[in-house]
């Protein structure tokens, strides 16, 4: 079936610094693909998205490309601020339910 | 983006007792919503999908019976957790779907801290 894969985390940075999130999917057609973002104590926001093929996704810096090759929609950001911490969670909608399918999310910590 | 209210975000019951927790789309129309429990180490967890006018579709291992889920507008759906014990202290979030004719969209509520006591 459908899944998401992500990087485990937590990942600890400190400001300014390059971030990568790695994502990889499996999935049975064309999935559209996401990434949300989890405040302490806070609901999901989108962050970004893409649906199709070598789009590319982009929002408050962060940016991640659509690759069907690699069936991967890794998250990156040139240089991350302390509030950017949060919980990332990758996802995938696809199939005639278009149910989201989620990764599991990885913790950020940003240092100053 | 669309907005997606949840309320209440915290709430305190004593065991035994009943909790009800709204979802409201405030400006589209949301056929589905779909309600997760979110555990403390950040996994997840779909217990269902709510459809407008149809019972909802359960999630393998949730109980129907205790999480009970009501999608009476096409603005609203309900979560109430019957007869609640600690063991159901959680966050609890809420979603609705919004669809185009290209892909599918999902917003999500504040969420709701249950703490059972």
């Known amino acids: 079936g459908d899944s998401v894969t992500q990087m485990e985390g937590p990942v600890t940075l400190s400001e300014e610094a390059f971030l990568t999130i790695n994502c990889t999917y499996t999935?049975?057609?064309?999935?559209?693909l996401f990434w949300y973002v989890q405040y302490p104590g806070e609901g999901l926001q989108l962050l970004l998205k893409?649906?199709?093929a070598d789009d590319k996704g982009s929002n408050k810096g962060f940016e991640a490309t659509y690759r069907k090759e690699t069936t991967s929609f890794h998250l990156e950001k040139g240089s991350v601020q302390v509030s950017d911490s949060a919980v990332y969670f990758c996802?995938?909608?696809?199939?005639?339910?278009?149910?989201?399918?989620w990764g599991l999310g990885t913790s950020l910590a940003v240092n100053p | 983006g669309a907005v997606v209210s949840q309320h209440p975000s915290r709430v305190i019951c004593k065991s035994g007792t009943s909790v009800k927790i709204e979802c409201r789309s405030l400006?589209?129309?949301?056929?589905?919503m779909f309600w997760y429990r979110q555990f403390p180490k950040q996994s997840l967890m779909l217990m269902a999908t709510?459809?407008?006018?149809?019972?909802?579709?359960?999630e393998q291992g949730v109980e129907k019976d205790k999480f009970l889920i009501n999608h009476a507008s096409l603005t609203l759906s309900t979560l109430t957790v019957t007869s609640a014990h600690p063991e159901d202290s959680s966050f609890y979030i809420c979603?609705?779907?919004?669809?185009?004719?290209?892909?599918?969209?999902?917003?999500f509520g504040q969420g709701t801290r249950l703490t059972v006591v």
């Open positions: 996802a995938l909608s696809a199939g005639n339910n278009r149910k989201l399918i």
């Open positions: 999935a049975t057609g064309y999935p559209s």
């Open positions: 893409a649906t199709k």
């Open positions: 709510s459809n407008e006018g149809s019972k909802a579709t359960y």
């Open positions: 400006d589209f129309q949301a056929t589905t």
């Open positions: 979603s609705a779907r919004r669809d185009t004719t290209l892909f599918t969209e999902a917003f």
